[in-house]
């Protein structure tokens, strides 16, 4: 029987096909990546290039923003204070593949960058859709189940899923930074579930991690916004989350900063209540790039 020919329900292997075989194995072993994974790696590597080329201050090294919203909202203000002081800024938005920080092999990319001195700063801010306690409806989780609540939809479950893989994304991250000394923060809803995980915990504590809570009425925002600050750093460095902003006592009344009625925000105004008021990025940019230099 020629090789290559069925037989039972199978087919022979060559002695090429099973050479090949081997190679294909020893490759995962050795932690060989795929020509795609490559094409990404070296696309980072580019854009970083790139940034640091229109850097003209600290132009070792890039300031980065994860999960960065379109038109250089949220996270995105942040990463335009960088660049407006002149430095190195790498925005995780995904307009690209290489810049989405889902890809496994972006996070490790990125992580390696870390380790090796190259990341000055880190900035994220997580979609909070599943997260909040505010826009979840029908509830998704709960403090007894912050991961997720049991018998959800297909389609909420889904939900949930997204954002259980971007939740430990983020505290892979914060507890990355700690490790790597590079000063770095993480913004989220006040209430988030996120903050009531037994990980998050963890973290807390292995990387005396400080956090910080406000209203961002507080920066002249129209809304409530009840706020949560992660910070995490070399030794009080990251103590800056704890008094960046202060709290409104009045969630339906007159606000205590703007003395105006705060605004509720529904429909197209919750996607707008979720960019940040100028004077919020600018202390956040300002706070982690002090720490960068310190």
């Not at 580019?46 to 132009?59: F, I, M």
């Not at 920066?219 to 960046?244: D, E, I, M, R």
Request: aromatic residues 6%; positive net charge; charged residues 20%.
């Amino acid at each position: 029987m020629g090789p290559g020919r069925r037989r039972k329900g199978f087919v022979l292997r060559t002695s090429n096909d099973a050479r090949a075989e081997r190679r294909r194995q020893m490759g995962q072993r050795r932690g060989r990546i795929s020509a795609a994974q490559l094409r990404t790696k070296l696309r980072l590597t580019q854009l970083r290039r790139h940034a640091l080329a229109e850097a003209t201050v600290d132009t070792q090294r890039v300031y980065v923003t994860l999960w960065t919203a379109p038109h250089d909202e949220q996270g995105g203000k942040v990463g335009a204070r960088w660049k407006a002081r002149g430095l190195a800024v790498l925005q995780f938005d995904k307009s690209e593949p290489a810049l989405d920080i889902m890809n496994p092999i972006v996070i490790s990319t990125l992580r390696s960058w870390m380790a090796r001195g190259l990341v000055a700063a880190l900035f994220e801010s997580p979609m909070c859709t599943s997260w909040s306690v505010a826009s979840c409806r029908p509830n998704l989780r709960s403090n007894a189940c912050p991961w997720g609540l049991s018998d959800l939809t297909r389609k909420c479950q889904a939900k949930v899923d997204l954002g259980n893989q971007e939740g430990r994304i983020a505290l892979g991250f914060l507890e990355h930074s700690y490790q790597c000394d590079v000063p770095a923060a993480l913004e989220h809803p006040g209430g988030s579930y996120l903050l009531k995980t037994d990980e998050f915990s963890n973290m807390q504590q292995t990387c005396d991690a400080a956090l910080g809570k406000f209203n961002q009425c507080c920066f002249g925002a129209k809304w409530w916004n009840p706020t949560a600050l992660v910070s995490v750093g070399s030794g009080a460095g990251n103590q800056w989350v704890c008094s960046l902003g202060k709290q409104c006592s009045r969630q339906d009344g007159v606000c205590d900063f703007t003395g105006l009625p705060h605004v509720k925000a529904k429909g197209r105004l919750c996607e707008l209540s979720s960019i940040y008021p100028p004077s919020m990025s600018r202390k956040i940019a300002d706070r982690l790039a002090a720490q960068a230099v310190m």
